[in-house]
């Protein structure tokens, strides 16, 4: 039987991702961030927010939208009565369209390839994968880093402890090929349900994050812990039926790594250094411009794009009543 002395499994496991995350997950800046005009190196708003977030999620896609409107290469129309909004193809010009950015001209395209006006709406779940696949292929290996060596290590601690404590409880049977074959195997189970659970809560966090902000819509966050949690769960109910105990730790394991491992995604040195130059542009737009980009469009009217402003502000979370509109349009729940 298992004892309930055997949670030191789990206290070593969860000291070992404390000293990793001390030694390297915590997102310390390098120095004091000074305040800029413009985006760092060029960024597109859609680059600037994956650098700041470490994700791509609805809002990206809403930057993308009205940074193609700010190049006038389209026009947005809200339709207040109706609470939709429109895209109106504005050129076809080649030239225009080839000289964009890899996910701004597949948005472009996807609305407006075939037609001279689209009504906006929520991107699928491929959309926001094709900006991410996109923008990790220009950015992701400079700026970020998994730390994935102390992840693996973490995933084979669990795995041996899994195995430990199945061998020296007797659950498998004594000590024979015959027992250590589906000990193995179910440490390997519940390395890899580890797994699955460090990949489910790195992809889904920022959504998370932004509606518990308040900039989504709130709902998101139940839909969010049932998805996040419906595989540890089915685990437990599964392995209580044996081994209530051992059920009970192998769970704990299983979500102390899906929600510890994210805690190693950190920047780069180079990607710390953008990062801050983004917030120090983003103190810009915080401090100068919301009150203008607040008070840029009047309903029912087409939107007065600032081609240097909006699409930015959108990226970064700035609250201007426009920008924030059309990102509750393209909601964070695709990220699901």
């Known amino acids: 039987m298992v004892s309930a002395d055997s949670y030191w499994i789990v206290a070593a496991v969860a000291i070992y ?81 080839r000289s964009l950015p890899e996910e701004e ?46 992840i693996v290590f973490g995933l084979f601690l669990t795995g041996a402890g ?24 179910t440490g390997f189970a519940v390395a890899m349900y580890c797994l699955w659970g460090y990949w489910t809560w790195d992809y889904n966090r920022l959504a998370f994050t932004l509606a518990l902000r308040g900039i989504y819509r709130r709902r998101t966050l139940p839909l969010l812990l049932v998805f996040v949690l419906v595989y540890p769960a089915l685990w437990y109910f599964l392995m209580r039926t044996i081994a209530p105990a051992f059920a009970g730790i192998t769970t704990l394991l299983i979500l102390l790594n899906g929600f510890a491992a994210p805690c190693l995604h950190n920047y780069t040195s180079q990607g710390r250094n953008t990062r801050d130059a983004i917030e120090g542009f983003r103190r810009f737009l915080a401090g100068t411009e919301q009150d203008r980009l607040e008070r840029m469009n009047t309903p029912g009217a087409k939107a007065q794009v600032d081609p240097e402003m909006i699409p930015y502000a959108i990226a970064l979370d700035l609250r201007e009543a426009w920008g924030d509109a059309l990102g509750i349009k393209m909601m964070v729940e695709t990220e699901l």
């Open 17 to 97: 991702y404390l000293c990793a995350w001390l030694l390297v997950g915590r997102k310390r800046s390098g120095g004091s961030v000074a305040v800029l005009y413009a985006p760092p190196d060029n960024l597109s708003p859609a680059a600037v927010r994956y650098i700041y977030t470490m994700a791509c999620d609805g809002r990206s896609y809403a930057a993308i939208v009205a940074q193609l409107a700010a190049k006038k290469l389209l026009s947005i129309v809200p339709d207040k009565g109706r609470g939709s909004i429109h895209v109106e193809k504005l050129t076809e010009d080649d030239r225009a369209l």
């Open 105 to 150: 001209r597949r948005i472009f395209e996807d609305l407006l390839e075939f037609n001279q006006r689209a009504q906006l709406q929520p991107p699928e779940l491929r959309d926001v994968e094709r900006i991410q696949a996109s923008l990790e292929k220009r950015l992701a290996r400079e700026h970020f880093t998994h730390h994935l060596p102390w």
């Open 162 to 185: 899994t195995i430990w404590l199945a061998m020296t409880s007797k659950l498998m049977g004594s000590g024979s090929v015959d027992a250590w074959l589906p000990a193995a195997f």
